[in-house]
């Protein structure tokens, strides 16, 4: 499975961004879970949010009630709808996709940029 991120970018803090993620339509059938991590300089690669293909989400606490997930399985596609954009949310952003009976990611995307200036 390939997976392509966009929608990354420059944004004042208190604006919003949505990340876009598409995979290949070859063996997507064998994924059951996609997701967004990031990655700020000097810190540890963490998970946002998850999103089932049957549409179950799940977030961490920090970003509650600011992001959203959704993934459209017409176009293998998932989202992340990221809204009030602090500085402290500047890092590079992936995602990712699980297969079937999978505990963690087995396909990252190249990741995009999103800078929030304050």
């Known amino acids: 499975v390939q997976l392509q991120a966009s929608g990354g970018g420059l944004v004042r803090s208190g604006g919003s961004l949505r990340l876009s993620c598409a995979a290949s339509e070859s063996t997507i059938w064998t994924i059951d879970t996609m997701g967004w991590y990031r990655q700020a300089p000097g810190k540890q690669r963490e998970l946002l949010a998850t999103i089932t293909k049957s549409g179950i989400p799940y977030y961490v606490q920090s970003v509650k009630g600011r992001f959203a997930i959704s993934f459209d399985n017409a176009k293998n596609t998932v989202y992340l709808q990221m809204n009030s954009l602090q500085p402290e949310d500047t890092a590079v952003y992936y995602c990712?996709?699980?297969?079937?009976?999978?505990?963690?990611?087995?396909?990252w995307g190249q990741g995009t940029q999103v800078t929030v200036s304050s």
């Open positions: 990712a996709a699980q297969r079937i009976g999978r505990l963690s990611p087995d396909f």
